[in-house]
């Protein structure tokens, strides 16, 4: 089996073995062949050892999709052949947290990819209640990525018709949220962050505004575009302290906050007073992980585009230089994904000198 594994800091390994899938599953899995898994900030932080949730060695790769390859005794929902996308968040599917669809909560929970080998692999067996079936008009490259993270937490915000909306950091989730703020019914987006190349793609997929922090105060910006209302909600997905200040400081009282970026560290300073006297409402963004055909309807119908937000497309054997790539954010890095189902997928000219380097 082809794999790649994460073996301490800095350090992944490719290796290629004479290791079949197994031959027959257990009731209630599936045996899926991968065919493409993301890289996504996480993946870089366990791999620089700034976090880690499981003691190397690992599989890493918690986005991913792929296609049933051999179903357990009495699998109704997927037959083999089946594309599907995999849910990583793995529940014990019987407590009241798996019941209301927040197996992120379950005392039995893991995550492929995290806490357990993922699917920077071949091969992988999942449960049955974590597939999702796809249409054939989702390209695998895109079904990887697809997740409902961002989904999740504006919807539980909520964003009514007519709500100006500001997104902290036009990095994959700013960019999606981006899109899915119009979808629920926002009449102006407003894109902040540091990188212009980013933020021009974020007008491309609907920002009504981008504010390129390096110029200006983003606060005042957001307060002369809005009149000095200030924004209905906020969308913080940069993960810095500034971030979190500024996001705070441009809502409108009574305005909705929500906290998606993971810092790792206390932030120095919070301004509690400022929340409760202006009645502020602040959401963590580990929403349930619910929403998943909602999700698959909106990327099959054009609605959200992800394609345009992976910008760089990997072989799994070069996964070291891609995670570099993805880390330094060089060559207009955003998304990248592995193509694991084509040992020795040909890249893009843009990366064949990053490829070369792997050799």
Known sequence: MRKVTWRGRNHLEFVADDIAPPSSVLAGEVLVRVSAAGICSTDIHIVEGKVQFAPPPLVLGHEFAGRVEACGPAITSVKPGDRVKCDSVVGCGRCAWCAQGSAQFCAQSSEFGITRDGAWAEWIVVPERNLHRLPE???DD???ILDPEVYGPLRKAGISP????????P???GLIATQIAHVLGAARVILCGTRAERLALGARLGADYTINTKDGD???AIRSLTGGRGV??????AGS????????????PQGKAILYGVHGRRLREFPVDSIVLRDLVVYGALAD???????IDLVASGRLDLNSIITHRFPLECTPVACRLVRDRSQGAIKAVLEIARPGAAVTPAVQAAVAACK
């Open 137 to 139: 008009s989702i390209p």
């Open 142 to 144: 895109v079904a990887a």
């Open 162 to 169: 007519g709500d100006t909306v500001a997104v902290f950091g």
């Open 171 to 173: 990095g994959p989730a």
């Open 218 to 220: 983003p606060v005042a």
């Open 232 to 237: 209905d909600v906020v969308f913080e997905a």
């Open 241 to 252: 302290e500034a971030a979190v200040l500024q996001s705070l400081e441009v809502l409108r």
């Open 289 to 295: 992980r619910v929403g998943w055909e909602e999700m």
